[in-house]
């Protein structure tokens, strides 16, 4: 029995990033065998058990043949016999099949190493094109290390495309590749690589993003906001007749609520927002109310953040910031007291609009 640490544990650490989590695959043994060293069984579909004591992750070596479409469409191969370099070579990029023994030497049989060090993103084999997730993977893998593509895995790529491979995507799995694509330094590099190799139209053709999209996406990796800004970047250029498009792609990737809600906000509000300059008392407590930004202001914070960040500039700036006061002086009305005074409950309503756009008046500038 012998055991190796492999994947992203090897890679990090020769690249100098801090190691968080470290897998290992275990040749020559049998789960039999593992149970008796005291590792606890804890894989569905194929060996895997959990250490003793570190509670790392220990998977038999094993193969994998296709046996359908789409990304499980597999039989799971895990016996003794199974080489380390057989199990390294059903992973998907070179950077990924390296291995280290439990003394430090690294285990290198695709040239995992050199291409690290050449930052190309390259298919280990021909099995890559039997997992269309591998296509996501490669995007994402570009936004997080900023790497070039191999020619040949493109190619490849563009091939599995044609043959219809991503259309059986699961729908959440398209979502989880996405938003963690979205959260990379590089969230532009995903959709580039997804563009080049045909996939883009096919999985998100309705926020297919254009040069000043990715160019926003690229602004706001810098200052780290969260994927439901990055994703209600995606949705500003839609605009108010996008929503449709925004919300059939919502539910079909089963979009989590906090992103689908900013991102159907953004396409909503999107042209008053580019207004909000220019914009009257009344005209900017008009957005605030569609914005739902006296119960919602911390969405409506990241909203603005969307709309700066989409189309930086100084009349945007200003505008953003006539509704940060407008906001601010609106949240000083007395409410309570407006409801106390107020004859009939139509009343409030009104006194409590007019005391609001007064306010704002006042601070808007």
Not at 239 to 252: M, Q
């Amino acid at each position: 029995m012998q055991a190796y640490i492999v994947g992203g544990a090897v890679r990090d650490e020769l690249l100098g990033l801090p190691v968080v989590d470290r897998d290992w695959v275990v040749v020559g043994a049998t789960p039999e065998e593992m149970t008796a060293a005291g590792f606890r069984p804890v894989g569905r579909d194929f060996p895997v058990f959990l250490h003793p004591e570190t509670h790392e992750e220990y998977a038999l070596a094993r193969t994998e043949r296709k046996s359908g479409r789409g990304y499980k469409g597999f039989t799971v191969y895990s016996a003794p016999d199974v080489t380390l370099e057989q199990d390294l070579a059903r992973r998907d990029v070179t950077i990924n099949a390296m291995a280290k023994d439990e003394a430090g030497r690294l285990i290198d049989p695709f040239g995992g190493a050199r291409d690290l060090r050449e930052g190309v993103l390259r298919h280990v084999g021909e099995a890559f094109a039997e997992d269309p997730v591998r296509i996501l993977r490669v995007a994402r893998f570009a936004a997080r290390f900023a790497f070039g593509i191999a020619e040949e895995t493109l190619a490849l790529m563009r091939r599995m495309v044609g043959a219809g491979e991503v259309e059986h995507l699961v729908a959440e799995r398209v979502w989880q590749e996405l938003a963690r694509g979205l959260a990379e330094p590089h969230p532009e590099r995903m959709f580039e690589v997804l563009e080049r190799c045909g996939a883009l139209q096919r999985l998100l053709s309705e926020i297919a993003p254009d040069a000043a999209t990715l160019a926003a996406l690229e602004r706001v990796a810098r200052y780290r906001y969260s994927v439901t800004v990055r994703f209600a970047l995606l949705a500003w250029p839609l605009g108010a007749e996008g929503e449709p498009r925004l919300r059939a792609l919502c539910d079909r990737l089963r979009v989590p609520g906090d992103a689908r809600e900013l991102a159907l906000l953004a396409c909503h509000l999107a042209e008053a927002l580019r207004g909000a300059a220019a914009a009257s008392p009344g005209g900017l407590l008009e957005i605030l109310k569609r914005a739902d930004a006296f119960r919602r202001a911390d969405r409506f914070t990241q909203l603005l953040a969307v709309a700066r960040f989409a189309e930086p500039g100084a009349a945007m700036e200003r505008g953003a910031a006539r509704l940060e006061r407008a906001l601010a002086a609106a949240g000083t009305v007395d409410a309570g007291a407006i409801a106390r005074e107020a004859q009939a409950p139509a009343e409030i309503a009104a006194r409590l609009e007019r005391a609001r756009e007064q306010a704002i008046a006042a601070a808007a500038g």
